[in-house]
């Protein structure tokens, strides 16, 4: 807390109220760590802090696997440049395309966590090769004007139980969500067995990149939605991409 610095890689923070968490302007180097049965988030900053959790772990948690508020930065994957991100070659495939398409799975993974897998508002994240799986809600949100960086990302099985049944908020149980001015970056990304969609955009939020698959989603592959205010009207729509199906 207040302009701190903590070096945590290679541990482990279970039982806490939140396992790793950096506010108001701190940060944590925590790659490779593991945060398992905390009562709220596994990774949390906020406040204009940052965290960097390559390659961790954040499960069965009482809120989100991870998150970012407030203006912060949360790392899941290598640390490279931003003029980079999205030129790195790819080291080798998996050899599991079913479930991982492209990735080289050296982002982070978060899954059966109570809320979503990743979580941002205001704020950025960088998650590329990362892995949502199996959390309550969704695999990634982004919300109020946040942007997910989810190149090659990955998101299976979310928001089959829990407050995503129930909540009055329809993005929730969808692979990825950008939402409220929100930015997704998904190329290459992989989005199945959601329990509603595979991508959620709208309202005046925008997802960019191409090659992602959608697929055995309960509710739709493809959703995106504007807000029409009262005393105007649509005219006009645009769908850019091709697609096989």
């Not at 890689?9 to 180097?29: M, P, V």
């Not at 960086?149 to 908020?169: K, P």
């Amino acid at each position: 807390d207040q302009n701190s610095h903590m070096r945590a890689n290679h541990t482990i923070a279970s039982g806490c109220n939140i396992g790793y968490y950096a506010l108001n302007q701190s940060h944590i180097d925590g790659d490779y760590t593991i945060s398992v049965a905390n009562t709220d988030d596994g990774f949390y900053c906020a406040n204009n802090s940052s965290i960097n959790a390559k390659g961790s772990l954040s499960c069965l948690n009482g809120g989100y696997g991870f998150s970012a508020v407030d203006s912060s930065t949360l790392r899941l994957t290598k640390q490279t440049s931003v003029k980079d991100e999205y030129n790195e070659t790819l080291k080798t495939g998996t050899g599991e395309a079913y479930r991982y398409a492209s990735s080289d799975k050296t982002g982070a993974f978060g899954f059966r966590n109570t809320k979503s897998g990743v979580f941002a508002e205001s704020s950025t994240v960088y998650a590329a090769n990362s892995r949502m799986s199996y959390n309550q809600e969704s695999g990634y949100v982004a919300f109020n004007n946040a942007t997910i960086d989810a190149w090659r990302a990955n998101a299976w099985f979310n928001g089959f139980t829990g407050a995503s049944q129930t909540t009055d908020y329809d993005w929730q149980g969808s692979g990825f969500a950008a939402v409220h001015g929100s930015k997704i970056i998904t190329g290459g990304a992989l989005s199945k067995w959601n329990w509603q969609d595979g991508f959620y955009i709208i309202d005046g939020s925008y997802m960019v990149g191409g090659s992602c698959t959608a697929d055995n989603n309960a509710r739709g592959t493809y959703h995106a939605q504007k807000i029409i205010p009262k005393g105007y009207k649509a005219t006009h729509i645009m769908v850019k991409g091709s697609s096989a199906s």
